[in-house]
């Protein structure tokens, strides 16, 4: 009954319903409309007809600007692909410049042959190559042997000089090459480059730079480290993090290895730096685990040379200056403590390597020699002046007690470590304190 009450009830207001008129209100019933008013709309003023004509030009275009595809194409087709593909800087000039060469070589054989095309010779670019705290003590060492490689073909040193020195790399600025550039910029903003290999140096290494401003330290430290991973991650770059042996604090194993971690003070003065660093190899691991990026982690002991900061806190450069300015060695504590000094190129050397090897790290690059400080004022003194005094002072927060690296794992996995003793490498660094704290002082005998 509910059925046919439903149907019946349908019917009755279906036979309600007037009939559709005509436009003259006639009786007649209205003519149905079209169901499609997309197809009206097609159909209707001859839209139809030049929509085809529209696909038949550009048809015709297309095929007009393809390539022939026959065995007797022209030279002069083939030397017009070259000169598009050089414009887009995928074919080499030599290319472009031989009118009458038609192919080009392949780099492997596994890229396919597109018919009608010239095969694409894809040379290797050269190696760009960044450097934050390029302009400092260490950074500047490195910029020197980067470029004297011959398959870099640039070096971009980023500085923003609160450590770092435009001495350190004035010779290079003043020889007028073309591969070397400074941008004064500090990592704490992000910045845009094009580089294949990026060495992040960019960081106040001494304890009277580090302590001076805190807060800058450990921003440079995390918010700088982001910046750079996040280029590194942008452009596909190799990320090489130059972490310290600070983050040992002061250490409960002796030698340091790899795989220990630690014992560092979170709340102290040096904490600023040590800490720093620790979160920077964090934030380095993570972004090799999650996204994906190459990186390398060295951890950098004492290093002593040419170019070092004077007076800035650090024992070698503080001995060095004393002792050459007849003032007495100060040496903090009961002098037992004990570091261990490798020269700059020895490092210098270890980090090339490690970037350019296949291991992450982290890797101890350090020299295993172990002096007492009362050790090392011994060789300053027997360098520069036998009578020189010490004096010493109360020691700092947080110095650690004993440093030595162990590494085992550089020499077996880089094929690397330190070849120059502290005998040898010390004077190179008195010749060079001598001439920037005495300059035109100094007697043409002395420095000799």
């Given at each position: 009954?509910?059925?046919?009450?439903?149907?019946?009830?349908?019917?009755?207001?279906?036979?309600?319903?007037?009939?559709?008129?005509?436009?003259?209100?006639?009786?007649?019933?209205?003519?149905?409309?079209?169901?499609?008013?997309?197809?009206?709309?097609?159909?209707?003023?001859?839209?139809?007809?030049?929509?085809?004509?529209?696909?038949?030009?550009?048809?015709?275009?297309?095929?007009?600007?393809s390539?022939?595809?026959?065995?007797?194409?022209?030279?002069?087709?083939?030397?017009?692909?070259?000169?598009?593909?050089?414009?887009v800087?995928?074919?080499?000039?030599?290319?472009?410049?031989?009118?009458?060469?038609t192919?080009?070589?392949?780099?492997?054989?596994?890229w396919?042959?597109?018919?009608?095309?010239?095969?694409?010779?894809?040379?290797?670019?050269?190696?760009?190559?960044?450097?934050?705290?390029?302009?400092?003590?260490?950074?500047?060492?490195?910029?020197?042997r980067?470029?004297?490689?011959?398959?870099?073909?640039?070096?971009?040193?980023?500085?923003?000089?609160?450590?770092?020195?435009?001495?350190?790399?004035?010779?290079?600025?003043?020889?007028?090459?073309?591969?070397?550039?400074?941008?004064?910029?500090?990592?704490?903003?992000?910045?845009?480059?094009?580089?294949?290999?990026?060495?992040?140096?960019?960081?106040?290494?001494?304890?009277?730079?580090?302590?001076?401003?805190?807060?800058?330290?450990?921003?440079?430290?995390?918010?700088?480290?982001?910046?750079?991973?996040?280029?590194?991650?942008?452009?596909?770059?190799?990320?090489?993090?130059?972490?310290?042996?600070?983050?040992?604090?002061?250490?409960l194993?002796?030698?340091?290895?790899?795989?220990?971690?630690?014992?560092v003070?979170?709340?102290?003065?040096?904490?600023?730096?040590?800490?720093?660093?620790?979160?920077?190899?964090?934030?380095?691991?993570?972004?090799?685990?999650?996204?994906?990026?190459?990186?390398?982690?060295?951890?950098?002991?004492?290093?002593?040379?040419?170019?070092?900061?004077?007076d800035?806190?650090?024992?070698?450069?503080?001995?060095?200056?004393?002792?050459?300015?007849?003032?007495?060695?100060?040496?903090?504590?009961?002098?037992?403590?004990?570091?261990?000094?490798?020269?700059?190129?020895?490092?210098?050397?270890?980090?090339?390597?490690?970037?350019?090897?296949?291991?992450?790290?982290?890797?101890?690059?350090?020299?295993?020699?172990?002096?007492?400080?009362?050790?090392?004022?011994?060789?300053?003194?027997?360098?520069i002046?036998?009578?020189?005094?010490?004096?010493?002072?109360?020691?700092?927060?947080d110095?650690?007690?004993?440093?030595?690296?162990?590494?085992?794992?550089a020499?077996?996995?880089?094929?690397?470590?330190?070849?120059?003793p502290?005998?040898?490498?010390?004077?190179?660094?008195?010749?060079?304190?001598?001439?920037?704290?005495?300059?035109?002082?100094?007697?043409?005998?002395?420095?000799?």
């Open positions: 009954m509910a059925s046919s009450e439903l149907t019946y009830r349908g019917q009755q207001h279906d036979a309600q319903q007037p009939a559709p008129l005509d436009d003259n209100n006639n009786n007649k019933p209205r003519k149905p409309t079209m169901p499609m008013p997309a197809l009206r709309y097609v159909l209707g003023e001859q839209r139809l007809a030049f929509a085809m004509a529209g696909m038949a030009l550009a048809t015709l275009f297309f095929l007009l600007l390539p022939s595809s026959t065995p007797h194409s022209s030279t002069t087709a083939a030397v017009s692909n070259v000169a598009h593909l050089a414009a800087g995928l074919a080499s000039h030599h290319s472009l410049s031989g009118a009458t060469t192919r080009m070589p392949m780099p492997t054989s596994a396919p042959r597109l018919p009608g095309r010239v095969p694409l010779a894809l040379k290797r670019k050269g190696l760009r190559v960044l450097v934050t705290g390029g302009a400092g003590f260490v950074g500047s060492h490195l910029v020197d980067l470029l004297s490689r011959p398959e870099v073909t640039s070096v971009i040193v980023v500085d923003n000089f609160f450590t770092g020195q435009k001495s350190n790399v004035a010779h290079h600025v003043a020889s007028g090459d073309p591969r070397f550039e400074l941008i004064r910029h500090d990592v704490v903003e992000p910045i845009l480059l094009e580089v294949d290999q990026i060495y992040h140096l960019a960081c106040p290494a001494s304890p009277v730079h580090y302590k001076f401003n805190p807060v800058k330290t450990i921003k440079t430290n995390v918010v700088g480290t982001l910046n750079m991973l996040g280029l590194a991650k942008r452009v596909g770059a190799r990320f090489l993090l130059t972490s310290t042996s600070e983050v040992y604090g002061d250490p194993q002796h030698p340091q290895v790899e795989t220990y971690w630690g014992n003070n979170p709340i102290g003065v040096r904490s600023c730096y040590d800490e720093g660093k620790r979160t920077a190899e964090t934030l380095t691991m993570d972004y090799h685990r999650g996204a994906n990026l190459e990186v390398r982690i060295a951890r950098i002991f004492n290093t002593y040379g040419p170019r070092m900061c004077i800035d806190g650090r024992v070698v450069s503080n001995f060095v200056a004393q002792a050459l300015r007849k003032e007495p060695l100060t040496v903090y504590g009961d002098g037992k403590q004990t570091r261990s000094f490798q020269y700059v190129s020895d490092l210098v050397e270890g980090l090339i390597k490690l970037m350019e090897g296949e291991h992450v790290g982290p890797f101890n690059l350090g020299n295993p020699g172990e002096f007492t400080m009362l050790e090392l004022a011994k060789v300053v003194q027997d360098v002046d036998p009578n020189a005094r010490i004096e010493f002072r109360p020691n700092t927060a110095d650690p007690h004993k440093r030595k690296p162990d590494i085992t794992r020499k077996d996995l880089l094929g690397w470590e330190p070849k120059v502290l005998a040898k490498g010390l004077p190179l660094m008195v010749n060079d304190f001598r001439s920037r704290i005495f300059g035109d002082q100094i007697k043409p005998d002395a420095a000799n």
